[in-house]
């Protein structure tokens, strides 16, 4: 087929913006800081090949369907009329529609009849919002908002993930925090009586300054702005009445075009670990796999490694006096207790040289199996007889400012727990 014979092919919209900018992406800046390359890290970039998951994009269409929704489904708008009830028609005013409406004071469908009663509504306005957020700059947008999916595929059930304790993988998508504007409407009621105008207008303004829209998709805050004067037409034979409604929507908007795209939409993983204990073999020996050089290994500012003068080249020898100390954690119950103490018939596990000594910070406590905040705990001491003593703060440990006590009311006594470095 000859060129002459072809039809041109129309370019979408990424391919405009592209032919618009590429001209000046070499003009005064270096290629690296165009909006295309700003902040990339190829690193982070993950395919959607296999993704169901859509874009997130709120257009004003949405808004327009939230409304239509929320008339139809929720407020029913219906009237009396020889003693029966009949739903009111929900129509969008399209441009013709509108105009129909607004010179002839009522709608004619294809036949030429009226359509009454009839609800249509307009969007008359759309004015920014600057009051709630701004992005700045459009192409290189900063806030965003993250969701969570409720399953991830990397996270297959399998019998070495639950040996192992494996983290499980979070899978996240990365949206860019939306544009809030302020949508104006305007609703005409056309029905053949005032009192059936009403019924109409007390239902929507009853609805009033709520969310509008289908709760599994967008809901967006509506209120009524005013009410226009009830009139009366008279076409012939046809008697009816018209009322002005106007309503406000406070909207966002988040484009589905190049722009969304610049911004940065995509998909991110948390990292999975796989978590293996503390061991020590029977000569208190720690070797590192593949005879590797293992980093000097520090815990509370103090570098095991210089202080025992380990060789790291091959292996780590802990003390066995230290190694101990780390491996202990030992539960308690608490002996005997008054309204702010509880008295532990054990004492403190001595730190060797050069960990700091046991404090309260190495003990975890429960009062009747809940955590006891470290905020509530006043001291944790080693009375040197054998005994230690826990002393609180009845009003740090309280809820909504009445504190809490250990108590034995009723024959009942509390079960305080500590577990730590004991004897």
Sequence with gaps: MATRDRKPIPKNQAEIVQDTITPFLN??????????????????????????IKDIAIGLEDIDYALMH???????????????????????????????????????????????????FKRTN?????????????????????????????????????????????????????????ISYDCVLLTNYVEQNNKLIEAIEYASDSYWGDANRWQFRTSLDSFGITNIINTGEDRISSTTVSLKV??????????????????????????????????????????????KTAMGGTSFADSYNVNVNSQITIPENLSNYLLANKTEYAVSFTDSTATFNTSFLTAPSPLPATTVSNFTFFLNGQLIDSSSIVSFADNGDGTCTLTIDPAQLGVGGEPITFSNDGGVADQILAIGKFV
């Design 70 to 120: 929320y008339f139809q489904n929720v407020i029913k708008p219906t009237i009396v009329q020889d003693g029966n009830r009949i739903a009111v028609q929900v129509m969008y005013g399209s441009p013709e529609r509108w105009q129909s409406v607004q010179a002839d004071g009522y709608y004619r469908d294809t036949n030429g009849k009226a359509v009454f009663p009839l609800i249509m």
């Design 250 to 295: 406070n909207g966002y908007l988040i484009a589905d075009s190049i722009n969304q795209h610049l911004s940065d939409t995509n998909i991110h993983y948390s990292p999975a670990q796989i978590k293996f204990t503390f061991e020590t073999d029977s000569s208190s020996e720690i070797s590192i796999a593949g005879g590797k050089s293992a980093p």
């Design 126 to 182: 759309v004015e920014k919002n600057r009051t709630l957020g701004n992005k700045i700059d459009g192409n290189l947008a900063s806030l965003f908002q993250t969701f969570e999916t409720r399953y991830n595929q990397r996270n297959q059930y399998d019998q070495f993930s639950v040996l192992t304790n494996r983290t499980p993988s979070k899978q996240f998508y990365v949206s860019v925090v939306p544009d809030y504007v302020t």
């Design 27 to 52: 003009q005064g800046k270096p290629i690296s800081q165009n909006v295309f390359t700003h902040r990339e890290n190829r690193a982070l970039n993950t395919t959607r090949k296999t993704d169901k």
